[in-house]
């Protein structure tokens, strides 16, 4: 690695685009803009490809409207509600816990 070995230190990392190369970055929204004002069509989905994404989660979304029960809630940050614990944990599994 090196005459001093490897060793690690935290250092302060700012990357501004804008003023590494002088121009400004354009919004996503801006871009998308642009890019159908030069008719650039790349970041868009054909009417097939929008049509088969349909066909494949509009069956999802008509299970979840007929649900007999809500959606588990849980909070933010969480490993998620206590039934997706238990539904693993039933086969002897358990979550990977890299913290």
């Known amino acids: 690695p090196g005459p001093g070995g490897m060793r690690l230190q935290h250092v302060p990392l700012d990357m501004s685009f804008a003023e590494a190369f002088g121009v400004r970055n354009p919004d996503a929204y801006e ?19 929008v049509e088969a994404a349909w066909k494949w989660i509009d069956p999802i979304l008509d299970a979840w409207r007929n ?5 588990k809630s849980y909070t933010a940050g ?5 039934a997706a614990i238990a539904l693993i944990e039933r086969d002897g599994r358990t979550w990977m816990d890299d913290a």
């Open 67 to 71: 649900l007999r029960e809500a959606p």
């Open 78 to 82: 969480t490993w998620g509600p206590s």
């Open 31 to 49: 871009r998308l803009l642009m890019d159908v004002v030069r008719g650039n069509q790349t970041l868009f989905m054909r009417r097939d490809e």
